[in-house]
């Protein structure tokens, strides 16, 4: 049974971190066109596939997925100035950063009382 609580669990805050990159996804969506990203194009989480150059993934489309994770990163400690005018884009933001905590915080939690 411990086994089972500890997967169970563990499936809950992947589901956490999903849906913490996929509203990241949609802050991206939100973000005005005039605002470019530093560093050149940012591709979200799941937005790979969609904004591809091609069949298969190039190195140009590796890097704006890296990007997107580190503006992802950024976001976590850093509120951009466009969102401060946004309340759709400031829940979402609190939302993906909620969502991140709680998946981490939960981990270690479950870590260090099951396992």
Known sequence: ???LLVNL???AFAICLCV????????LGMAPESQPHQGGRVVGIFGVTRQ????WP???DLKAVLRG??????WLFRTP?????DSRARTALWTMRLLFWLN???VEVVKETLL
């Open 1 to 3: 049974m411990e086994h």
């Open 9 to 11: 669990f563990c499936a």
């Open 20 to 27: 913490s990159f996929l509203f990241f996804d949609r802050l």
């Open 52 to 55: 591809m150059s091609g069949k």
């Open 58 to 60: 190039k190195w140009c």
């Open 69 to 74: 994770l580190r503006l992802y990163v950024t």
């Open 81 to 85: 100035t466009w969102v401060r005018n």
């Open 104 to 106: 981490l915080v939960g």
